[in-house]
């Protein structure tokens, strides 16, 4: 029986694994990578865009952008042209069908820009000279923190906001060397959706009112880990220890709840583990022991 792959999960999987490597410099991780990207590349259509599943031929542009982030990723990491074109073929695409707002989905559409955006900031990396990529990067962002001020999504936080702010803050970090007025602005979005997620309490299950989880699907614990990963970036970009408090309570939660192939107990009701949410584990682990660190060097 053939397996029905989700390929946004092979998209964050191979995030991740591109991100196992660099912190561990284990060619496991860059192997694994490889293989992800041969799955996305069988998983694209004729006119460049990367299907929804196996079966369903369905295209979600931001799909698009974030195959061709970590794909350009793995081009700086191997020099191998053939994921440059890869990425170049995926990014085409984009640009000929660009994420389109909908009255009926005014949170997706802010992802799918992120989502887009994340591969034109490493095609960036790879062209640095080139300023029209530049006014592209900072012209999404500005779509993302004028969508979120006009629909005033932050105002209860979910997880389509999570990716948004985990992209703010990225962009923030690219832009800060090279266009510090404008990043700021970056910053203080993200700021404010940090602030707004210490105080929302939304019981997506009833026995468990905790902000925690109020990103995830019925609790499931998946976002909750990305909101402990982004705490722990935002600390390593400003050193703010009460980010890395807020991650740890979010990476306990998440521990709790999270349902994975086995590392963790599972106190959910799904027959099956996911193996990306224990390697998302993985990575988040390390990023707290990489803050505990700079932590211990202050005292």
């Known amino acids: 029986m053939n397996q029905n792959i989700r390929y946004e999960y092979i998209e964050w999987s191979m995030e991740t694994s591109i991100d196992m490597f660099e912190h561990t410099k ?15 590349k069988k998983g694209t259509r004729p006119d460049g865009a990367i299907q929804m599943t196996t079966t369903n031929p369905r295209n979600y542009i931001g799909e698009n952008g974030l195959a061709a982030w970590q794909t350009l990723r793995l081009y700086r990491l191997t020099k191998d042209k053939k994921y440059l074109e890869q990425a170049t073929k995926w990014i085409s695409h984009i640009d000929r069908n660009p994420p389109k707002p909908k009255r009926s989905e005014p949170r997706l559409y802010p992802v799918f820009i992120a989502r887009t955006n994340y591969a034109y900031i490493e095609l960036s990396k790879v062209y640095p000279t080139n300023k ?67 105080y929302t309490k939304i019981p997506f299950v009833h026995t468990r009112p905790i902000h925690y989880l109020f990103f995830d699907y019925k609790g499931s614990g998946y976002s909750t880990l990305q909101y402990a990963r982004l705490c722990f970036k935002m600390f390593l970009t400003t050193f703010n220890i009460d980010e890395f408090l807020e991650g740890t309570e979010a990476l306990k939660a998440a521990r709790k709840h999270l349902m994975t192939d086995g590392m963790v107990k599972k106190q959910v009701t799904d027959k099956k583990g996911n193996a990306l949410a224990t390697t998302w584990l993985q990575h988040c682990t390390m990023l707290q022991q990489r803050c505990e660190k700079e932590i211990k060097e202050w005292i």
Do not use: G, P
């Not at 284990?26 to 996305?40: C, Y």
């Not at 990529?133 to 209860?156: A, D, H, R, V, Y």
């Open 132 to 198: 029209q990529l530049k006014e592209k990067i900072k012209k999404n962002c500005n779509k993302l923190i004028m969508s979120q001020k006009k629909n005033k999504l932050w105002s209860i936080c979910y997880h389509y906001d999570l990716y948004v702010a985990r992209h703010l803050l990225h962009a923030y970090n690219h832009l800060k060397y090279t266009d510090n007025w404008f990043a700021q602005d970056l910053f203080i979005a993200v700021h404010e959706f940090m602030q707004k997620t210490r």
């Open 26 to 40: 284990q060619h496991k991780w860059l192997l694994k990578a490889k293989k992800q990207f041969e799955i996305l």
